[in-house]
């Protein structure tokens, strides 16, 4: 059982995410913590996976608490808190209904570091049954669910800015139904809902941070002055203006390093290498400064701490607050940018995002591409055509055998030429076939 860029994921009830798979996982946690703490997103299989885990981390002689639907964010604040030494959160995130996964969360509430996660991985190759003083099960869903509410909001830094504000809310039917619509209303806001029925056999499905166009249509119809989505697991936000326009994370990164609100101005902020090019333009136009990452919030999180900075984000809406919850949370995310004043469009007027194309091609073997002498001179031949504001982005899928190519520049037909070529070249000497994402 390995782990991908945000634990291990799949197809419900396929090995490992069943009951056989779940089981494992309970043993191997209760082998390295004794207060386990286990949460889940709304998915039907959800139930089952829970039931396994529990009772094997219990017969392995771990005192687990059931949290029941919170978001991942929500787990990791309450171990934070000192609730459990380890929390394991099943859920597939912004995946549909047919899928699940696990997630496990260390004893600050922060992902694992490498070497966690490789005595994690090296316990989970293990089939010895261990046995224990079995502990009763605690159901601690509503304390942990106020909990988690009144940790956010104390996190917030809000003083009555959305009190009387207009705000949609998405829940993705998902783990934060609950929650989402219950901390904007404890802040005063007009709220209103929508996929916040937490219906597992609909999580994500035309719905949430990832497929915003209901949210988008509800914001006009009410004449909201925001919308705010979440994925499955609640620690993606997209955030959707008056206007109807849609906030990516990179848009949000702006907004929060922007943010006339703060009494500090950002020196730096954190991004990953799929970060937008325009967004690095439009921060050093303010005199901010951008440090790249590899693709996964768990990388964000370590250069804030490395770097003494103070926020970070990906693109696909994970935003990192080293003055905020230990994992991203969507919610949290919506209420620091609303912090900085609801007119959106006009605090977004100085950023414009550049063209970007990504194109996927299958290939039978993934070499460093250092190691390609053919791939290295393609690339330097299309950066030199993008130069000086464009720039190129090769990323093998952790999950796939596909070689990402992004092509970014502030000129739209010439990054589509420029990544279609490359593209072609990549396939001549790695690959089966390409599939152009954008």
Known sequence: MKFG?????????????????????????????????VARDSRVSGALLTVALVDAARIAGAHVQDLGLLPTSAL???????????????????NGPADNGMKVLGATGGKLTDSEQEELERLLTR????????????????????????ALLRASKLQGELVGASIVVDAANGAASHTLPMIFEALGADVHEVACAADGAQINVGCGALK????????KEVGADAGVAVDGDGDRCTLVSASGRVLDGDALLYLLATDRGTDTHESS????????????????????????????????????????????????????????????DGALTALRVLRGGLDIDTRLAGYEPFPSTLINVRVTDKPAIESVPALVAARDVAVAALAPQGRIVFRYSGTEPLLRVMAEGPHAALVTEVAQRLAERVEAVLGVGSDDAS
């Not at 494992?24 to 946690?29: C, E, H, N, Q, Y």
């Not at 964000?300 to 701490?305: D, F, K, N, S, T």
Request: with cysteine; proline share 5%; aromatic share 2%.
């Open 212 to 219: 915003p166009a209901a949210l988008v249509a509800r914001v």
């Open 127 to 150: 089939e010895v049954e261990v046995e224990g003083a079995l502990h009763a099960v605690e159901d601690r869903s509503l304390p942990a669910e106020g909990a988690y509410v009144k």
């Open 269 to 328: 902020v954190v991004g990953t290498v799929m970060t937008n090019a325009g967004l690095e333009a439009a921060l050093h136009a303010r005199g901010i400064g951008l440090v790249r990452t590899p693709v996964g919030d768990r990388h964000v999180e370590a250069a804030l701490h490395r770097e003494n900075l103070r926020v970070g984000a990906e693109p696909s809406g994970h935003v990192c607050l080293s003055d905020g919850l230990p994992t991203a």
């Open 5 to 37: 860029t945000d634990g291990v994921r799949g197809p419900a009830g396929v090995f490992p995410i069943d009951a056989a798979g779940a089981a494992r996982m309970g043993r191997a946690v209760a082998q390295l913590a004794d207060r386990v703490l």
């Open 76 to 94: 990791s604040a309450l171990l934070a808190e000192g609730w459990g030494d380890l929390g394991v959160m099943l859920t597939a995130s912004h």
